[in-house]
């Protein structure tokens, strides 16, 4: 049941190329795959051949063309165990089987969403479909027919170029789609709807024309133009940077309503959660636009760092998604800001990573075993595996690790690789040692980094010690010390950095010291004045930086660093400090205090025209509930970490005011809406200002107004977020809104919005308004978006109400856990992480998550996916 990386080997048989045939007919799909098979040199001549089924019905099976007697095979709904095949040469097997994609509410493998045939076949999907070897490491060319009624299905779609199509006889047609460069199944898809077409054209740089198709559902294809034109600049951007190009005739990309994840890169055809594909100004917000840029590189990346280079085995998911990622951000740093990309990355990182690395969830970036492999597309494997790569870059250049990647490229394309032979690429090419960079593919836990200064005013000596540490966790990975690179700088008092005349001790090369040892020390010498030490730039590394730095050089950086990340992060720390003793002080019932330096800093910043109002809104944006309570780290209480909050946002927004009124409005963007990154950061500048000023002032119509008189979603959610969570219960709240309801009642993904707005109001009566809202015409439990949308939101971002002291909260997303179980495992399952930090609530609250948890566990037919979080949850 448990599957581990150490007992890893080859298949028996190799798999040549697939032919597929698949009929889809109302209430059921026919499929004949025919392999091309051969016995791998030096296997048994009587080993079987053993295909992998889920839910499978076999209806035929032929070897040569010949029908195969039932002595030849046993077959199963989960397996197809085959004897007597030739002892060697090639030959083929031809597999029958019938699956009901409507009835598939796991929405892996083939299913209906809205009517519209299609695939999810990562990880384990394709064995839903037919009988296969079904693992990332069984590579080969697929040819598609694909076969539906005419008037059901006038679009057919596969993997790779399309081929031939035409009409067949009762009103029915075909297309037949080849995919030349081979490929593991998982990135296997397959479409087949009434769909419209957003299409564009792209010529590569050597070239190559490229046909480009947006499908939606009916009458929403002009909603795919921002998409559109994301894949353009996708395309253009991985020549430039990456020197890939695009390989084949067409890139398709279907936007689908019923869908597990964010999206998926299967090979020419990429399926997508509409959600990441749709938009307008009047229904999207300047967050979902940035998510769609972002999903939409994501996956056309993975044309390389995936399919063209795919994993030899699941334990090296981080291979292609750490890297993914790592492309994805270092696109929107180029598309949009590179320092505002990057708070949002380190800030996404803390609020997601972290908690599951310091978790029950804990496991390394290269998990060493798993029950259920759907339950490790996690935070760890994807953003922490980007922070890997954003490490290796670090450590040898933009130089060095272009070599590295170039060099990854040549020997690996067309391969299922792992990851050492990446690291090895990087070693090669530049001759760098990453023995020691490679734990952190293997050790699991957030390292501690702990740097004290001390510096000698007579000798201008400044002396840094620097301490790492980690603590023992849940996947017990070992505790070695990192290689870790830590960037830097000396800021001198005029805001430049200072060039020191010698520098001895640990090894320091440029701007980044590498720590290699548990303890080591850098001394500086020849410094004129004392400066201030802005350490670990850009979060050079995935640590907990511990630094008793005196609040003068803190404020000093926060003005004058000349790395804007570390103005936003110095700033970040002593607000973190600040509402972590505001925490203590509300759990007594003391009166919660704030440095008024502090404040004064922060407006500042925030007043300081020469900066881009998007990171002037990061220095604005406190850190969430959930960060704070994971700051505390132990005995937390939902409740004073409202209070305290909430304390302190009155607080910024009294002392603000003045600026605040200012920005809110005049700063905001005028003319037509436009969604570009500039006119994005003066709408969450001016946002994010009335809301503070709001709270201070109590006064509701501003943001009445800003919702009633917007032009654009971004706006109006932002007026109705500051009515429902500030004034909640109140009339003007309700009538705002039924009024969005109203409006948009038609328009699923905006009605998502609706559910998870009214999910995360911070007062403890939602848990009951989110069991009636479960309750409401429009929810609908079997659709991921929505079941997300109401329940992911308020056991994430809601932890006042998810854990109230009576365990209510809890205990309903328990009891729908259970029900969606039957379901959506996968979906069920992700849910069920928002658990993870319940061992560091305070005792009453935590004995009553322990009691839902193990209500879960008790339960008869829990989905794998879901009894594997439980379990681990629990431990
Ligand atoms: N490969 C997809 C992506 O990162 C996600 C697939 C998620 N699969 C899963 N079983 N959860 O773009
Ligand atoms: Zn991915």
Request: proline content about 5%.
């Amino acid at each position: 049941e448990t599957v581990r990386l150490e007992d890893y080997r080859p298949t028996d048989f190799v798999v040549h190329g697939v032919e597929m045939t698949v009929e889809l007919f109302e209430g059921r799909a026919e499929i004949e795959t025919t392999l091309s098979l051969s016995r791998r040199n030096g296997v048994p001549a009587d080993a079987p051949l053993l295909l992998d089924g889920d839910e499978l019905e076999l209806t035929s099976l032929a070897l040569d063309g010949e029908t195969l007697s039932r002595s030849y095979y046993e077959a199963d709904p989960s397996s197809l165990r085959v004897e007597g095949l030739p002892a060697s040469g090639a030959f083929t097997l031809s597999i029958g089987t019938r699956i009901v994609p409507e009835t598939n509410t796991k929405l892996m493998g083939l299913y209906r969403s809205r009517g519209v045939w299609c695939t999810q076949c990562e990880a384990e999907g394709f064995r839903r479909i037919t009988y296969f070897l079904d693992r990332p490491d069984v590579l080969a060319p697929y040819t598609v027919r694909v076969e539906a009624d005419r008037a059901a299905a006038p679009v057919l779609l596969s993997n790779g170029n399309p081929v031939e199509g035409g009409p067949l006889d009762g009103g029915r047609h075909y297309a037949l789609w080849h995919d030349p460069h081979p490929k593991p199944s998982y990135l296997f898809a397959l479409v087949a709807g009434d769909l419209d077409v957003l299409t564009d054209s792209f010529t590569t740089a050597s070239g190559r024309p490229v046909d480009l198709a947006i499908y939606t559902e009916k009458g929403l294809a002009s909603r795919a133009a921002y998409a559109m034109d994301a894949i353009k600049r996708s395309m253009r951007w991985d020549e430039e940077r990456f020197g890939r190009e695009y390989d084949l005739d067409v890139f398709n990309v279907v936007a689908i309503s019923d869908f597990n994840m964010g999206a998926m890169e299967n090979k020419g055809l990429n399926v997508f959660n509409h959600k990441y594909v749709l938009l307008d100004s009047d229904t999207a917000t300047d967050t979902d636009y940035a998510g769609v840029e972002t999903v939409i590189a994501h996956e056309y990346f993975h044309n390389w760092t995936g399919n063209r280079i795919t994993c030899r085995d699941w334990f090296q998911l981080c291979l292609k998604e750490g890297l993914t990622v790592y492309r994805d951000q270092r696109f929107t740093a180029d598309e949009r800001s590179a320092t505002v990309e990057r708070i949002g990355s380190v800030r996404g990182l803390k609020a997601h990573q972290f908690p599951e690395d310091q978790g029950p969830l804990q496991h390394p970036v290269r998990p060493r075993e798993y029950k259920e492999i759907n339950n490790f597309y996690t935070a760890t494997v994807y953003n922490k595996g980007a922070e890997l790569c954003r490490m290796i870059h670090t450590i040898l250049g933009a130089d060095g690790f272009k070599k590295g990647m170039d060099l990854y490229f040549e020997r690996h394309d067309g391969e299922a690789a792992t990851i050492e032979d990446f690291v090895r690429s990087f070693e090669d090419a530049t001759g760098e040692d990453l023995q020691q960079f490679s734990l952190w593919y293997n050790q699991a836990g957030t390292p501690t980094l702990a740097v004290e200064e001390r510096f000698d005013e007579g000798a201008g000596r400044l002396t840094l010690s620097l301490v790492q540490s980690l603590q023992p966790g849940a996947a017990d990975t070992g505790t070695e010390p990192f290689h870790i690179p830590v960037r830097f700088g000396l800021v001198g008092p005029n805001g430049a950095d200072m060039e020191p005349a010698a520098v001895s001790g640990a090894e320091v090369r440029g701007d980044v010291i590498h720590l290699r040892k548990a303890r080591e020390s850098v001394v500086f010498e020849g410094l004129g004045a004392r400066p201030a030490v802005s350490i670990l730039r850009d979060f050079s590394a995935p640590v907990t930086l511990e630094m008793r730095q005196s609040e003068d050089d803190a404020l000093a950086l926060s003005r004058l660093d000349p790395n804007l990340f570390n103005r936003w992060r110095v700033l970040t720390d002593l607000v973190g400090r600040a509402l972590t003793a505001g925490v203590a002080a509300a759990r007594r019932g003391t009166d919660v205090t704030f440095d008024p330096k502090l404040v004064e800093a922060i407006l500042a910043s925030v007043g300081d025209e020469t900066l881009e109002p998007a990171f002037r809104a990061q220095i604005l944006q406190l850190p969430s509930e959930s960060e704070i309570g994971r700051m505390v780290g132990s005995d937390v209480d939902p409740a004073a970490v409202h209070a305290a909050r909430e304390s302190t946002r009155r607080r910024i927004g009294a002392d603000g005011a003045e600026l605040f009124a200012k920005l809110s409005e005049a700063g905001r963007p005028s003319g037509a809406f436009s969604p570009d990154a500039d006119s994005a950061g003066r709408r969450a500048l001016a946002n994010t200002a009335l809301d503070l000023l709001t709270a201070a002032s109590g006064d509701l119509t501003a943001a009445e107004r800003r919702f009633r008189d917007a032009d654009n979603m971004t706006d109006r959610l932002a007026g109705l977020s500051i009515l429902v969570n500030q004034f909640a219960g109140s009339a003007e709240a309700g009538a705002a809104l039924d009024a969005f309801f109203r409006r948009f009642e038609d328009d699923d993904l905006v009605l998502d919005k609706w559910f998870a707005l009214q999910a995360g109001v911070p007062d403890e009566g939602t848990v009951e308004r989110v069991a009636g809202l479960a309750r409401h015409p429009r929810f609908n439990l079997a659709n991921p978006n929505r079941a997300r949308s109401l329940f992911g939101s308020f056991a994430s971002a809601n932890p006042l109400a998810f854990n109230r002291a009576d365990g209510a909260g809890q205990r309903l997303v328990a009891e729908v856990l259970l029900d969606l179980d039957r379901l959506n495992p996968q979906v069920s399952a992700r849910i069920a992480t928002t658990f993870r930090s319940w061992k560091t609530l305070e005792p009453r609250r935590r004995e009553k998550a322990r009691e839902a948890l193990t209500w879960l566990a008790g339960r008869p037919g829990l989905s794998t996916d879901l009894s594997d979080i439980v379990e681990r949850t629990l431990r």
